[in-house]
C-alpha cells in the first residue's frame, strides 16, 4: 500500500538555524524565492538539548516582514505546551515537539490543533516508531531526526533509512496522510535516498543557507526527486 516516490507531495523546508541572522527576512525571502516550500524553525532551549536558539518572537519578525509560507515549528524544549501558545500566537503553521519532552504528549497535540496549528511529533534517531503509535493517527508531521538534536551541520545517521521504511509502511498500512520529515544532513547527496526510504518532507540547513546560490541547491534537490 507505499504511495509511489511520484505521487508524494514532496516539499522543501530550508532550516533558518544555518541562514545569515544579521538579515534573517532577506534570507528567509530569497530561500522561498528559490523554490523553497516551507521555513523551517529549530527551536533550541539549552536544556532538553545543548544549544540554545530563537524563539516566537523571531516567528512573528517573520510575519510582519512579509512571509507568508508555512512556518515548520521544531520545538527541542521543555516543557513544551506554553512555547506551543506562544509560536501559536506568533504564527506557526506546524509546530512538532518530542513527546518524552511533554508531561501529557495526547494533551499537547490536541493543544497544537485547538490553538489552529497543525501537530507534528519527533522522535530522536535511538527512540522507536513503537513509542509514538497512539498518537500518529492524531498528528500532521511526523518528524525523523537522522542526527542527534541540537547544532546544525551534522551528517546523516545511516540507520534512519530503515527507520524511514518502518515510519513510511505504518503510516501507509493505516491509511494516515500525515507528512514524514526528515532533519538532519539532508543534502543533494542523498536526497534521493533519504526519499526513497519513504520521506516527504526535507530539513535542510547548511546545504542550503551555505551554498553560495540557493536557487542552483533547490532545483538540484528537485530535479533529484522528480527522477524517482
Known amino acids: 500500500m507505499s504511495i509511489p516516490q511520484a ?18 527576512g532577506e534570507e528567509v525571502d530569497a530561500v522561498l524565492k528559490a ?3 516551507f ?14 536558539t530563537f524563539g516566537p518572537m523571531v516567528c512573528k519578525a517573520l510575519r ?8 515548520d515549528v521544531h520545538l527541542m524544549v521543555d516543557p513544551v505546551d506554553d512555547l506551543v501558545k506562544t509560536f501559536a500566537d506568533a504564527g506557526a503553521t506546524y509546530i512538532s515537539f518530542h513527546p518524552d519532552a511533554s508531561r501529557h504528549a495526547d494533551r499537547t497535540v490536541k493543544l497544537i490543533r485547538d490553538l489552529g496549528c497543525k501537530p507534528g511529533v519527533v522522535l530522536n534517531p535511538a527512540v522507536t516508531l513503537e513509542s509514538v503509535k497512539h498518537l500518529l493517527d492524531q498528528v500532521d508531521m511526523l518528524l525523523l531526526m537522522s542526527v542527534n538534536p541540537g547544532f546544525g551541520g551534522q551528517k546523516f545517521i545511516p540507520y534512519t533509512l530503515d527507520k524511514l521504511k518502518e515510519a513510511r509502511a505504518r503510516l501507509d498500512d493505516a491509511g494516515l496522510e500525515a507528512r514524514l520529515e526528515v532533519d538532519g ?18 530539513v535542510a540547513g547548511s546545504a542550503i543557507f551555505g551554498a553560495q546560490n540557493y536557487e542552483s541547491v533547490i532545483k538540484q534537490m528537485r530535479d533529484t526527486l522528480a527522477q524517482l
Open 7 to 24: 505521487k508524494r507531495d514532496f516539499k522543501i523546508a530550508p532550516s533558518i538555524l544555518s541562514a545569515d541572522f544579521a538579515r534573517l
Open 35 to 37: 523554490g523553497a516550500d
Open 39 to 52: 521555513v523551517h524553525f529549530d527551536v533550541m532551549d539549552n536544556h532538553y538539548v545543548p544549544n540554545l
Open 64 to 71: 510582519n516582514y512579509g512571509i507568508t509560507a508555512p512556518i
Open 185 to 202: 544532513g539532508v543534502s543533494t547527496a542523498n536526497i534521493a535516498d533519504v526519499a526513497r526510504a519513504g520521506a516527504d518532507t526535507f
